[in-house]
């Protein structure tokens, strides 16, 4: 067992940059567990400069002197910001209020419509399941209506929480996007000097990390926008919110699309019955999800993500479990990162005898 075990750090650990690389991968992961909640504000802040680097890249590209970049990039991001506090923000809570309000009312109209099931369908539904269903759709709204009341008392955190963000986080990313080569000579300073190994996988990340993020939030924008044209032109209620789910949905690839389908069915189901504009809606509603899969996704992505379905389920669970939704977000990059590591890990002969 020992022989095994020896020959194994060996083959993977005799060089010196994999064991540096190891440590660096394991430090970062255990500070993002350990103090992520701390410093919450800190990687909201390198997230959006990481995406809005490319931006300042191109405009140094035409000759824009780099405090110049700076500065516009920055005022586009608070104008972005502004528009969605002040415009999308109000529009989406107001939608959100009057869903739940509507909810007793839906909820007894499909009560209705669920006892006369047995009626029609006797060999299929009984009264007993129809009761079961109705108990558990009420123990669930129960739950979701004290988690309302609960949020509401304590809502006084969240605020000033949400204040602390919105004055941080711009502070943050102005300066990691003005000091960008500063914060990376002051972390490449407590690096070995030789580095070939974390340059080569660092170059290759940031390529494939930034152009996947960027593309993603690219993505969720014109999904959304586009998604919230076509609700709101066949009238569909609370077309903001759906829109902004189905936005969102893209993060998960082929759960996402799944599972929003369901609250897009059930609010045009419960608008307009088994009608032609039922129909024509998830028609519509088809042909966004098909066009951003064969369309969009192949222009945004200049390279496919070479990981197995199963392996981004599994990688979506973990990191969403871990982080929730930002780890949702970066599940994808952060198996890419795995599996990069992987190939790009040195390997030395195994011992002989």
């Known amino acids: 067992m020992i022989k095994v075990l020896r020959s194994w750090l060996h083959r993977y650990f005799s060089d010196e940059q ?39 890249n191109a405009l140094e590209r035409l000759r824009m002197p780099h405090i110049a970049a700076v500065w516009l990039v920055f005022m586009l991001f608070i104008g972005a910001l ?14 959100l209020t009057t869903l739940f309000n509507e909810l ?13 099931l047995p009626d029609r369908y006797p060999a299929l539904i009984t009264d007993q399941q129809v009761v079961q269903l109705i108990d558990t ?15 509401s008392l304590s809502s006084l955190p969240f605020v000033i929480g949400m204040m602390v963000y ?34 080569q996988v660092a170059q290759e990340m940031n390529q494939q990390i930034a152009n996947y993020i960027r593309g993603k939030v ?21 077309a903001a919110l759906l829109a902004m789910l189905v936005g969102l949905s893209v993060v998960v690839p082929y759960i996402g699309a799944v599972v929003v389908t369901i609250p897009v069915a059930l609010i045009a189901l419960f608008q307009w019955g088994w009608s032609d504009q039922f129909m024509y809606l998830m028609l519509a509603y088809a042909v966004i999800q098909t066009l951003d899969g064969n369309v969009l996704v192949p222009l945004l992505f200049s390279e496919a993500v070479n990981l197995h379905p199963v392996a981004i389920i599994c990688a979506a669970l973990l990191f969403g479990g871990l982080w929730g939704f930002w780890g949702i977000f970066f599940s994808i990059p952060l198996a890419t990162l795995f599996k990069a590591l992987l190939d790009a890990w040195p390997r030395s002969e195994p011992l002989s005898g």
Request: charged fraction near 10%; hydrophobic fraction near 65%; include cysteine.
């Open 82 to 95: 502004a528009l969605c506090l002040l415009v999308l923000m109000p529009l989406l809570w107001q939608q």
């Open 218 to 238: 690219i993505e969720i924008i014109i999904c959304g926008v586009v998604t919230y044209i076509v609700f709101a032109a066949l009238g569909l209620n609370y």
């Open 18 to 56: 994999a064991v540096v690389l190891a440590v660096l991968v394991i430090a970062g992961f255990a500070v993002v567990l350990i103090f992520g909640g701390m410093l919450a504000p800190v990687l909201t802040g390198l997230v959006l400069a990481f995406l809005m680097q490319g931006l300042v």
């Open 166 to 199: 919105l004055v941080l986080v711009p502070i943050l990313v102005f300066f990691f996007l003005k000091d960008r080569e500063l914060i990376g000579q002051w972390f490449r300073s407590y690096l070995p000097r030789e580095r070939s190994l974390l340059s």
């Open 104 to 116: 007793p009312r839906m909820l007894g109209e499909w009560q209705a419509l669920f006892l006369l």
């Open 137 to 151: 759709v009420r123990g669930e709204l129960g739950k979701f209506g004290q988690w309302a009341l609960t949020f």
